[in-house]
């Protein structure tokens, strides 16, 4: 059943192309749009007796923000273990793993994440280093990239996993010169050895965790949502959430496209676009060309310090030039995790390639680079020049990098290529359409933080060090136009979503003050008053 029409009163509208305040204090919601713009006395005459009518008192209005980079489900369940973002060295960690293995029960698993590969210094990453508070305990310890993890030695046993694999992608079971696994998991494939012994929660809890997930971000602003996978039973959550009208962000998802896929796995990825409810639907494939730079497994054009990184995620990258052929000719857009230097220029190699051969159904899909962690300056003019979407996750680079490059993946990398670290106003002024996101649960999710990230490129636990490539920083208006106007258009909904303008969406979220007025290290404790999406309230402050 559709939403009540809503009328917002006394408010300030904010246009987020010009930063500028629109002419109006009031509009009109009805059947999911924006169906006037006026005065509050035009407004009011407006309603019936069906209508919700909110005095905002001067509060300010933008588009509703879209994260362009996330993993609802497997963050959702992911989050339910123990947080160890917070830990500052080996020993914090080794503390919280011995208070939650008290509370465990015989034989029960643990899950950890967030851990950060900077605790281990010059330490090889392993179990090892971690001490014998795992003995004997069955242990999966994401680390905050969610592309590596460590396993117990009990969690590996009961697997049976006890050497070197062989994949079909790059991935690794890490070993020491005996060949014994350190505990050391690299990619997805090595991680899904051990984590099909781990028991799984069930459908119903997965379900409940997905939906309180989602009220939460709701809560912090967030309208909508890229999501960057579509596993296991995603889509059937999304699809359960719908149909019971509690699905609080609207989400475009984008189901992956491994090394392996042959021709009947790509027709189904194609046939299965469009697919969805009310609030969700499949849009786009996502592609791996590499991996992360903090494993190792990123592709870079030249080693890094370890001499690691050197080769694509797919084993043969003509396969992926292939298969990103194959689904522009079909119209489907796709949106490619590329880290290194080599990976992005062979994303766009592959998108040029595409585009000349021609096609694209119902004209040319609009492809996408997600992540772009560090390129050279020959690369920034090719995604304007290609149409090519530059998606970033600026908190990536505050929270996880440090200004004097003492971190781990600028030390991996060196000087130079550390000094090019997400370039968000290289992209951003050579033309690029820039999104920004979270990541999460990489990253926290509440979009105010993103934009902050953005603008001060300072570590969110620590605002008083340093910037990391503070030349990189983009403006407080371009920072709300990554997470409106921009996430529209990556979408290809430019023309009814990331604007207040009648016959437009409304996904709207409401601000005490204008996000753009506020300082960025204050900027994530701006209340957010009301989230309205398809012209519902998901979020409503206590003050309201």
Not at 405 to 427: K, P, V
Request: glycine share 10%.
């Amino acid at each position: 059943m559709p939403p009540s029409p809503l009328i917002l009163l006394s408010a300030r509208l904010l246009d987020p192309v010009t930063g500028a305040f629109l002419p109006h204090t009031a509009l009109a919601v009805s059947g999911g749009r924006i169906r006037a713009l006026g005065d509050d006395r035009e407004m009011r005459a407006l309603a019936d007796a069906s209508t919700t009518v909110i005095d905002l008192k001067g509060a300010v209005v933008t588009p509703g923000l879209v994260d362009g980079h996330l993993h609802p489900v497997s963050g959702a369940e992911l989050t339910q273990g123990l947080d160890l973002s917070g830990c500052a060295d080996l020993d914090a960690v080794r503390d919280a793993l011995a208070r939650e293995i008290s509370g465990l029960a015989p034989g029960a698993w643990l899950h950890g994440w967030g851990l950060d590969p900077n605790l281990f210094g010059d330490r090889p990453v392993g179990t090892a280093a971690i001490g014998p508070v795992l003995d004997g305990v069955p242990a999966l310890l994401q680390m905050f990239d969610a592309h590596s993890m460590l396993a117990s030695p009990r969690a590996l046993e009961l697997a049976g996993v006890d050497g070197p694999r062989a994949f079909d992608q790059a991935a690794e079971v890490v070993c020491d010169a005996a060949g014994r696994p350190t505990g050391l998991l690299l990619e997805d494939a090595a991680c899904e050895l051990v984590e099909r012994a781990a028991p799984r929660p069930t459908r119903a809890e997965r379900r409940d965790q997905l939906a309180g997930a989602l009220r939460e971000m709701a809560a912090t602003g967030l309208t909508g949502g890229h999501a960057m996978d579509a596993n296991g039973e995603s889509l059937a959550l999304y699809a359960e959430l719908d149909e019971a009208g509690e699905l609080p962000m609207r989400l475009r998802v984008a189901p992956w496209c491994q090394p392996g896929t042959d021709a009947e796995a790509l027709r189904a990825l194609i046939e299965g676009q469009d697919a969805g409810g009310a609030l969700w639907r499949t849009s786009g494939v996502k592609l791996f060309m590499d991996g992360t730079i903090d494993n190792g497994t990123a592709w870079l054009e030249r080693p890094d310090c370890h001499g690691e990184s050197t080769h694509a995620f797919w084993p043969d990258p003509a396969v992926y030039t292939h298969i990103v052929g194959e689904l522009h000719r079909a119209g489907v857009p796709t949106a490619t995790h590329a880290i290194g230097d080599a990976a992005v220029r062979h994303v766009l190699d592959s998108v040029e390639k595409a585009r000349a051969a021609g096609g694209g159904a119902n004209g040319s899909p609009r492809h996408r680079v997600e992540h772009i962690e560090t390129v050279p300056d020959d690369t920034l003019r090719r995604f304007a020049e290609l149409d090519v979407i530059a998606s970033m996750q600026p908190t990536h680079c505050c929270d996880f990098t440090r200004a004097d490059h003492t971190d781990n993946w600028s030390r991996r990398l060196g000087e130079e290529r550390a000094a090019r670290a997400w370039r968000c106003r290289d992209l951003w002024d050579s033309g690029a359409t820039v999104v920004l996101g979270s990541d999460w649960p990489i990253a926290p999710y509440p979009p105010l933080g993103v934009m902050a990230g953005a603008r001060h490129r300072r570590p969110s636990r620590d605002l008083s060090q340093d910037p990391h490539g503070p030349e990189q920083a983009l403006t407080a208006l371009e920072a709300l136009q990554g997470m409106t106007v921009n996430a529209a258009r990556a979408a290809g909904e430019e023309h009814e979503a990331g604007r207040l303008a009648v016959g437009h969406r409304a996904d709207l979220t409401v601000f005490a003050e204008s996000p753009l007025s506020v300082a960025a290290t204050e900027l994530p404790e701006l209340p957010v008053l009301l989230t309205v999406l398809d012209g519902g309230t998901t979020h409503r402050a206590a003050s309201m």
